[in-house]
T-cell receptor, first 112, second 115 residues
Framework: SQQGEEDPQALSIQEGENATMNCSYKTSINNLQWYRQNSGRGLVHLILIRSNEREKHSGRLRVTLDTSKKSSSLLITASRAADTASYFCATQADLQGGKLIFGQGTELSVKP | DTGVSQNPRHKITKRGQNVTFRCDPISEHNRLYWYRQTLGQGPEFLTYFQNEAQLEKSRLLSDRFSAERPKGSFSTLEIQRTEQGDSAMYLC?????????????FGPGTRLTVT
């Protein structure tokens, strides 16, 4: 079963705008990761944030983590049409054998 | 290419048939995970191996499902007497170690369609 929820379920923006996706989870974690998936393709790892970190950047990506609220957000700045994809958060905990527990995803559409 | 590979990439089968998928992890990765993803959902954990030992199975893995990793290298996932509800993308991932600081690398997946 999924760990938590992502919102929005779908997001449509214009090229150049910022896109923000949120993820909530239920149990204690060691890290939270974000993945991208183009239609019908495999998962691409974007960024990992550890439970003792609050914010992390990678290129146009900014991830925040609030363990007290059990939530995370992914911000994509200056979006491009190529960013169109589904985005999933996934939590990982050593006590759970290291398996990833995914959210249901946000479908992002960036219109040129 | 030294990434995770999965075969076949697509499989169409009739209900009641058996199917087997193969996953070749990155060399020297001792952890191997199987996930299943249905349309519009995030991947769900099925099972994982530490070398050749299967350490955990999700309750999603009914008796019709079996997974092996006989020599601690490649893994196979077999579904017996397939049902239409088994139609999904089956994803394999591997990691160098067990701890959460080891990234899991995903293969391209095997898309199963049961008619």
């Amino acid at each position: 079963s999924q760990q938590g929820e992502e919102d929005p379920q779908a997001l449509s923006i214009q090229e150049g705008e910022n896109a923000t996706m949120n993820c909530s989870y239920k149990t204690s974690i060691n890290n939270l990761q974000w993945y991208r998936q183009n239609s019908g393709r495999g998962l691409v790892h974007l960024i990992l944030i550890r439970s003792n970190e609050r914010e992390k950047h990678s290129g146009r990506l900014r991830v925040t983590l609030d363990t007290s609220k059990k939530s995370s957000s992914l911000l994509i700045t200056a979006s491009r049409a190529a960013d169109t994809a589904s985005y999933f958060c996934a939590t990982q905990a050593d006590l759970q054998g290291g398996k990833l527990i995914f959210g249901q995803g946000t479908e992002l559409s960036v219109k040129p | 290419d030294t990434g995770v590979s999965q075969n076949p990439r697509h499989k169409i089968t009739k209900r009641g048939q058996n199917v087997t998928f193969r996953c070749d992890p990155i060399s020297e990765h001792n952890r191997l995970y199987w996930y299943r993803q249905t349309l519009g959902q995030g991947p769900e954990f099925l099972t994982y191996f530490q070398n050749e030992a299967q350490l955990e199975k999700s309750r999603l893995l009914s008796d019709r499902f079996s997974a092996e990793r006989p020599k601690g290298s490649f893994s196979t996932l077999e579904i017996q007497r397939t049902e239409q509800g088994d139609s999904a993308m089956y994803l394999c991932a591997s990691s160098l170690g067990a701890a959460s600081w080891y990234e899991q690398y995903f293969g391209p997946g095997t898309r199963l369609t049961v008619t």
